[in-house]
């Protein structure tokens, strides 16, 4: 005979399961321990009423007797005796299950795509990461940079870190710090410079290394554009990390982050130019309060206010 998954048979009769409030074993098993259900409505901080309309509502749910009542107390009855195996295996049971939902809300795991300025990527967040991986090893992460804006509305990632206000989406947004830029050489262009006479502010006769067609919009191509007046750089490039490698070189000035060019021992030739940044944090809203994101999340704020002077 075919049975209901809330059938079960005895006997070869097909009986109907009887409709528990698992939490009411709860009860059952405090009763058996303490005795009386004033010990019962201690151990599991409940009232005494609480304890006995559970008791009730679990015998009849069994259609059985679990208990008899004296003065001395509650004494398990043969059926109840016969029922306290089982509910001490649902017990472990559900402990079980807390202690593994409890690790799982605890653990931070799953992929992140972090979109931010390469710049910062190399120089900033990477070397930062083994700290993050440390913290939350079951985390892996994605990190895209591009000059280019990364929309997070169609979710291109999950978090961006740039110096570009987003304009539009369903993100959350705020300023954690400042970068800033400054006019750099290498000491050996420094020595070789075609007017050494002129002032150093002087810039008629030096050589640029700035950025391609693409990369106008950037403060930094701006104040070149405004200063060469014309002159074609000697060198233009579409990666910071060419810039750098460029100046380095000797072929020419750029304007680079000071934490990136200070650490490169490069010179600042003009510090002050207009072209600092601020730093924005942008959350896709819908991933707010993901564990994962948050982490990544925390991870940025803390890294940006450790090294905010050094940015700036």
């Given amino acids: ?53 559970r008791l009730e509502r679990l015998e009849s749910s069994l259609q059985i007797r679990l208990f008899t009542r004296d003065q001395q107390g509650y004494t398990l009855t043969d059926e109840g005796r016969d029922l306290i195996s089982p509910a001490e295996a649902l017990e472990q049971a559900g402990m079980a299950f807390g202690e593994a939902a409890y690790r799982n809300h605890d653990q931070v795991k799953g992929h992140v795509r972090l979109a931010t300025a390469q710049g910062l990527a190399d120089y900033l967040i990477t070397p930062a990461l083994p700290k993050l991986i440390a913290d939350h090893p079951m985390l892996t992460l994605e990190i895209v940079t591009s000059v280019a804006t990364t929309n997070l509305h169609r979710r291109d990632a999950d978090i961006a870190l740039r110096m570009v206000r987003p304009d539009r989406g369903n993100v959350s947004i705020r300023q954690l710090g400042l970068l800033g830029f400054g006019l750099y050489a290498s000491h050996s262009y420094l020595t070789t410079r075609q007017n050494p006479s002129t002032s150093i502010l002087s810039f008629e006769h030096d050589d640029f290394i700035g950025w391609s067609e693409m990369q106008q919009h950037l403060p930094a191509a701006q104040w070149l554009t405004k200063r060469v007046k ?24 750029a304007i680079l982050p000071h934490f990136i060019a200070k650490k490169r021992n490069l010179v600042c030739v003009q510090q002050e130019l207009g072209c600092d940044q601020p730093i924005w944090l942008a959350i896709h809203s819908d ?17 940006i206010a450790e090294n905010k002077v050094l940015l700036a």
């Fill in 287 to 303: 991933l707010a309060n993901s564990r994962r994101v948050r982490a990544v999340v925390d991870f940025l704020e803390g890294l």
């Fill in 230 to 253: 014309g002159r074609p750089h000697r060198l233009t490039t579409t990666s910071l990390s060419a810039q750098i490698s460029a100046v380095e070189a000797g072929i020419g000035m």
């Fill in 1 to 53: 005979m075919h049975k209901k998954p809330n059938q079960f048979s005895v006997n070869g009769k097909v009986m109907n399961r009887p409709s528990i409030n698992w939490e009411d074993t709860r009860v059952f098993l405090a009763i058996a321990r303490e005795g009386t259900l004033s010990g019962a409505a201690k151990q599991l901080t409940v009232g005494i009423a609480t304890i006995s309309r």
